[in-house]
């Protein structure tokens, strides 16, 4: 059987060049944590999470610093249960890079995002982002979904894939938490 180009890409992400992608993050690094990026670097994933070559897409590579969400250590008088330093997040790393992409670019809306790789001190995302008021966009049937209000600010909201995961929407299995629970099901009287 014949494989297609976005096969071979993938087998290629699975095993990527640890020199290549290495150097390529050091200079990530350098530079600015939110930058437009005129293609995806992983072109098989942007296509398949919605991404497509014409006007009103966007590609923003956005880095985020790895390990835990420090506080600093008050000071001053506080209860003990207010003073701690450390506080566990409960988004992951993606859907904070999509927040963070979303407030510095509010005319667009964010599709999905996808990871590119991680050194000893950053993740590194690339997001997909889409322009609602673009006439390409409005007549495409595929995406003119996003158009509409109620899918303004989804990210905010937890509408985006990452954020689903993080909020343990994607779980099908019974034992497994799955949501709504079984009390807000009875409480709706469904």
């Given amino acids: 059987m014949v494989k297609g180009m976005y096969h071979y890409l993938r087998q290629a992400w699975k095993k990527p060049d640890e020199k290549t992608l290495r150097e390529r993050m050091f200079s990530w690094r350098k530079g600015n944590v939110i930058v437009k990026v005129e293609k995806p670097l992983r072109l098989d994933r942007a296509r398949a999470l919605g991404y497509k070559a014409k006007k009103?897409?966007?590609i923003v590579r956005v880095t985020i610093l790895r390990g835990g969400r420090k506080r600093p250590h008050r000071r001053k008088g506080r209860r003990s249960k207010r003073q701690t330093i450390r506080k566990t997040?409960?988004?992951?790393?993606?859907?904070?890079?999509?927040?963070?992409?979303?407030?510095?670019f509010p005319n667009l809306?964010?599709?999905?995002?996808?990871?590119?790789?991680?050194?000893g001190m950053n993740y590194f995302f690339e997001v997909i982002l889409v322009d609602p008021e673009r006439p390409e966009i409005k007549n495409d049937s595929t995406?003119?979904?996003?158009?509409?209000k109620e899918n303004r600010g989804r990210v905010y909201r937890g509408l985006t894939s990452a954020a689903k995961k993080s909020r343990g929407l994607r779980n099908k299995s019974r034992n497994l938490?799955?949501?709504p629970s079984l009390r807000a099901w009875?409480?709706?009287?469904?």
């Avoid at 409960?90 to 510095?104: C, F, G, I, L, N």
């Avoid at 009875?186 to 469904?190: I, T």
């Fill in 56 to 58: 009103g897409f966007a």
């Fill in 89 to 104: 997040l409960k988004m992951s790393y993606q859907w904070v890079a999509e927040q963070r992409v979303q407030k510095k």
């Fill in 109 to 119: 809306e964010v599709l999905n995002s996808y990871k590119l790789g991680k050194d």
């Fill in 143 to 148: 995406i003119n979904w996003i158009c509409r």
């Fill in 177 to 179: 938490k799955v949501r």
């Fill in 186 to 190: 009875n409480r709706l009287g469904k």
